[in-house]
């Protein structure tokens, strides 16, 4: 089992920038790949970008870039950088991470974009 906190959102206005972390309770170097996904109100959860075991970084065409993923494997942290955003950005943001079969998720943390 792992457990991941994230942290990080909050209220912006356009145009500004947050960023989220996630704290992971297994050691980083030991999963597949990390990444965060995206829900909406009366949406469906969305991909929005993910860091391979190897270092390769993949983002959905919408936050390609204005987002930008990383890690610390020394922390056991994943982070996410958003820049420049937008109203349609507004939606609670999820890690994830992959350790073979199993998928884990976070408990969510809220981004507003709004003046």
């Known amino acids: 089992q792992v457990q991941l906190v994230e942290s990080g959102g909050g209220l912006v206005q356009p145009g500004g920038s947050l960023r989220l972390s996630c704290a992971t309770s297994?050691?980083?170097?030991?999963?597949?790949?990390m990444g965060w996904y995206r829900q909406a109100p009366g949406t469906q959860r969305e991909f929005v970008a993910v860091?391979?075991?190897?270092?390769?970084?993949h983002y959905s065409d919408s936050v390609k870039g204005r987002f930008t993923i990383s890690r610390d494997n020394a922390k056991n942290e994943l982070y996410l950088q958003m820049n420049s955003l937008k109203p349609e950005d507004t939606a609670v943001y999820y890690c994830?991470?992959?350790?073979?079969?199993?998928?884990?998720w976070g408990q969510g943390t809220q981004v507003t974009v709004s003046s």
């Open positions: 994830n991470v992959v350790r073979g079969a199993m998928s884990y």
């Open positions: 297994m050691s980083s170097d030991r999963l597949n790949a």
């Open positions: 860091i391979a075991s190897g270092g390769t970084k």
